[in-house]
Antibody, heavy 118, light 107 residues
Framework: QVQLQESGPGLVKPSETLSLTCTVS???????WSWIRQPPGKGLEWIGY???????NYNPSLKSRVTISVDTSKNQFSLKLSSVTAADTAVYYC?????????????WGQGTLVTVSS | DIQMTQSPSSLSASVGDRVTVTCRAS??????LNWYQQKPGKAPNLLIY???SLQSGVPSRFSGSGSGTDFTLTISSLQPEDFATYYC?????????FGQGTKVEIK
């Protein structure tokens, strides 16, 4: 059973960088690892994903501000979102997309609320 | 970006009812369509992938159909634990996009 757990600050000041880490129980190898967010009371937005080997794919709407990285030795992957504003306030989920799949997300973290406020 | 449009945005139904939610893509996505269920305060849960394949552990009352641009999620007999919000998602191309959600409420 794969488990994912997000960690990081719950409060970030405007213009600063949001940083989150997702720790995966089980092997991180062989799969794609995603970040997805959900503003309070709203729908889901795909941020991007990283393959365990390090190749990335980002949402163009966020691409200039997003970096996703992976540390296979720690079974972790991370999200950095720079120059945040109140519009980046959301629950951030880390998730797994199995390799060789139809692109579905089969395991999700519980989510972590990040509030952007001074 | 591929736009995903769900209908209805919300519906009221009773336990035992047959419920249908539709999802339309702005261009053909073949069968690259997934359905998720989300309960308040929880992460989404994968129900259906590849338009019609039931995820392991998901009750058989859930089913999916469609291809191209038009898709359907059906709950054959609504149970109390099925009251939730349902999202479709296309995985045909990036950026991945979701429908706006359909909230299924108790009648």
């Amino acid at each position: 059973q794969v488990q994912l757990q997000e960690s990081g600050p719950g409060l970030v000041k405007p213009s600063e960088t949001l940083s989150l880490t997702c720790t995966v129980s089980g092997s991180i190898s062989g799969h794609y690892w995603s970040w997805i967010r959900q503003p309070p009371g709203k729908g889901l937005e795909w941020i991007g994903y990283i393959y365990y080997s390090g190749s990335t794919n980002y949402n163009p709407s966020l691409k200039s501000r997003v970096t996703i990285s992976v540390d296979t030795s720690k079974n972790q992957f991370s999200l950095k979102l720079s120059s945040v504003t109140a519009a980046d306030t959301a629950v951030y989920y880390c998730a797994r997309r199995p390799s060789g799949s139809y692109g579905q997300v089969d395991y999700w973290g519980q989510g972590t609320l990040v509030t952007v406020s001074s | 970006d591929i736009q995903m449009t769900q209908s209805p945005s919300s519906l009221s139904a009773s336990v035992g009812d047959r419920v249908t939610v539709t999802c339309r893509a702005s261009q053909s996505i073949s069968s690259y369509l997934n359905w998720y269920q989300q309960k308040p305060g929880k992460a989404p849960n994968l129900l259906i992938y590849a338009a019609s394949s039931l995820q392991s552990g998901v009750p058989s009352r859930f089913s999916g159909s469609g291809s191209g641009t038009d898709f359907t999620l059906t709950i054959s007999s609504l149970q109390p634990e099925d009251f939730a919000t349902y999202y479709c998602q296309q995985s045909y191309s990036t950026p991945r996009t979701f429908g706006q959600g359909t909230k299924v409420e108790i009648k």
